[in-house]
């Protein structure tokens, strides 16, 4: 990458009139700012649709989209809901996401549409689906999740289908033909909006930075339609699991609970399905972020059942096996590595062998002068955030860091309070050698813990804070672009 800088927001929080943020006006608008900011980089999260907890790290598929992102407006101006059916959908301008509210006003006005498209849209629904394999195996799997009252898809009554037995899958596409043309239609809806969006950003000279988690729910499409690349029983039950040893962020450590891939049958065909998702994913984004890189190397493995992820062991990864493969694959894909977490010196090997920039973060700095995430420490070729979706805002990290942090921040940065010191933060990140410097929105707008998007080990409450209308404006562009000027990164 060449020296730049970029802001992370995800989709959903974006402002607007129907209770989460769309690929629409407001997406627009928000390429508009970071133009003018003198940013080249949006930084999204996960855009699949969201399982348990409405994470977007719970996706039900690796490669769908999520229709909570399909911007009503859009299906308005094609003549497929009427202005009286937006005006029930919309809701109060508000920071926090209600997503009861927004799935009761969304799937009627969805399915709305769906009638008046039926028919006209349906010749550019199966040019879509031939393109796009993975839409039959995900329509199919959601239909039938929503036919058997939501259950996952190890607890379906029918053998067959739960096996994913061809003969089974011809007879349920049969019995469940109208949900499943519906809700091929609301992907070809998403993928529709989104290339239009990602074309208008590329337009304006600002590129998408993508989040691939590495891991994926074990109730989704990908595992119920290959469950062979990963470690699972008989019956689709794992026997281990992913999470983390203890860290910075939970002293349990943290249970995901997604299945672990059977690295071995994956290698052995090539890592086809690595292939397959990279290859969706290259098309969605400008750069991809490896979420969990260090994963590649060694992973925790936690035996099925735990009550936390402190009875796992490290087991050992795919390495260059698999890199080596995307990147042969992908040259002109630019790859970013998550590499936090506990590291050790072979995971510095890997992501160096590799050759992909890996992150620094500075609210992980202020330990003393030894940390290697105080940017005097930087070298060229890596990445520089101010903090991921799973930390605090720089304020509200400042208001609840120790009294040995504020006191390595006030001699390091020269300040002594929290505005201050999110401040302070955002002009060390712009002024260090990292190549990009990123930094959530939150940070720009001076919020707090109040604006955070996520806490790691916490399951409710997260991924509900969004922009207000208004908050974003020219004064602030302005105000971001000098700052990014100042330090050669515009």
């Not at 691939?212 to 699991?241: C, H, N, Q, T």
Request: glycine share 10%.
């Amino acid at each position: 990458m060449e020296r730049s800088a970029g802001i992370l927001l995800p989709i959903f929080s974006l402002p607007g009139a129907y209770g989460a943020g769309v690929l629409g006006t407001e997406a627009r608008e928000f390429v508009d700012f970071l133009r003018d900011a003198g940013q080249k980089w949006w930084q999204i999260l996960p855009i699949g649709p969201t399982g348990a907890g409405n994470s977007p790290y719970t996706s039900e598929s690796t490669f769908a989209g999520s229709p909570l992102l399909i911007d009503l407006e859009h299906l308005a101006a094609e003549g497929l809901l009427d202005r009286s059916d937006l005006e029930g959908a919309r809701v109060p301008p508000s920071d926090r996401i209600d997503y009861g509210e927004l799935y009761r006003l969304r799937e009627p006005l969805l399915r709305k549409a769906f009638q008046r498209a039926r028919g006209k849209g349906d010749e550019a629904v199966r040019a879509f689906a031939e393109k796009n394999p993975w839409l039959a195996e995900y329509v199919l799997y959601r239909a039938a999740k929503i036919h058997f009252e939501n259950a996952a898809w190890f607890d379906w009554p029918d053998e067959g289908l739960r096996r994913h037995e061809p003969e089974a899958l011809d007879r349920w596409r049969r019995e469940l033909q109208e949900d499943v043309a519906f809700r091929s239609y609301v992907q070809y809806w998403f993928f529709t909006q989104w290339a239009e969006l990602k074309d208008y950003a590329n337009g304006n000279g600002v590129g998408i930075i993508g989040d691939m988690p590495i891991y994926v729910s074990l109730d989704s499409a990908d595992v119920w339609s290959e469950r062979g690349e990963f470690l699972l029983d008989g019956e689709g039950r794992p026997s281990k699991v992913a999470g983390v040893p203890p860290d910075y962020f939970s002293e349990e450590g943290q249970l995901w609970g997604n299945p672990l891939y059977d690295w071995p049958a994956m290698k052995r065909d090539g890592f086809g399905w690595w292939i397959r998702r990279v290859e969706g994913a290259s098309r969605l984004f400008d750069a991809i972020r490896i979420d969990h890189f260090r994963g590649l190397e060694s992973y925790w493995a936690v035996p099925a059942g735990s009550d936390t992820a402190k009875t796992g062991a490290w087991e050992k990864g795919p390495g260059m096996d698999l890199l080596r493969v995307l990147i042969s694959w992908f040259p002109k894909t630019t790859y970013i590595a998550e590499d936090l977490g506990i590291l050790t010196d072979d995971v510095h090997r890997l992501r160096e062998e590799a050759g992909l920039p890996g992150m620094k973060v500075l609210e992980f700095a202020f330990s003393g002068p030894d940390n290697a995430y105080l940017p005097h420490h930087y070298k060229p070729g890596c990445i520089c955030y101010t903090g991921t979706h799973d930390n605090d805002t720089a304020a509200g990290w400042y208001a609840h860091a120790s009294e040995e942090e504020r006191a390595f921040v006030k001699t390091y940065l020269g300040v002594s309070d929290a505005g201050s010191a999110a401040r302070a933060l955002l002009r060390c990140g712009q002024g260090s050698v990292a190549e990009l410097f990123v930094a959530q929105m939150q940070d720009y707008l001076g919020l707090g813990s109040e604006a955070r998007l996520n806490v790691p080990g916490v399951a409710e409450g997260n991924w509900r804070w969004r922009l207000l209308p208004g908050q974003v404006t020219e004064a602030l562009a302005e105000e971001i672009r000098a700052m990014t000027a100042a330090f050669s990164r515009c």
